[in-house]
């Protein structure tokens, strides 16, 4: 690869992080195999389970569970919708008291907080401005840089040629070495 060749390069990959086009998705990763393992309800009957938590998949025989509430052996319960665990639950939550739900907020409370959001954006919105700035610089700087690249890349890359000497201007080493590199030409 040439110099030039390189530069396009670089040109081609700035200008995307400059200006992207689109955003090309990333690929997935493959699903890993899923895993299931078998529970029993308190009346015998066998749930294929692949993970015991919300989201997780409950078949029984091959097929997605019917909706509805399962009690499972170990005194825990199942709520399923659409072949999916909904809800999970044991005996001991019965016993917690559920937290009571907070008083309604006044219109002034509401008008207090609404007041403080709308701070927090605009502190946003400056702290984004701010990096949209510096991003531009940065933008700019990376263009200067394929600039000068690009003005590098168009310079010779021939070492400069010592100035001749006449034959007589030469010192006895000078033309030892002169007539040796002739003599190894001419056998090239």
């Not at 955003?23 to 078998?38: G, L, R, S």
């Not at 409370?109 to 609404?114: H, S």
């Amino acid at each position: 690869m040439n110099f030039k060749e390189g530069i396009e390069k670089i040109k081609v990959l700035m200008a995307s992080i400059v200006a992207p086009t689109e955003a090309t998705p990333a690929p997935e990763p493959p699903a890993p195999a899923q895993k299931f393992e078998e529970v029993k309800t308190a009346d015998g009957k066998v749930l294929t389970i692949d993970k015991l938590e919300v989201g997780g998949n409950v078949l029984i025989d091959g097929v997605a569970a019917p909706d509805g509430e399962y009690k499972l052996e170990n005194g825990n319960s199942l709520q399923v919708v659409g072949g999916l665990i909904a809800e999970l639950s044991s005996p001991l939550e019965d016993t917690v008291p559920e937290e009571p739900l907070p008083a309604a907020m006044t219109i002034e409370q509401l008008a207090a907080e609404v007041a403080q959001l709308k701070k927090q954006l605009c502190a946003k919105d400056t702290q984004m401005a701010a990096q949209s700035a510096a991003f531009a610089k940065q933008a700019e700087a990376t263009n200067q840089m394929v600039e000068l690249l690009e003005q590098f890349s168009n310079q010779s890359i021939q070492k400069p040629t010592a100035p001749t000497k006449s034959w007589d201007d030469m010192t006895p080493l000078e033309r030892f070495k002169f007539r040796k590199q002739l003599e190894e030409q001419k056998q090239n």
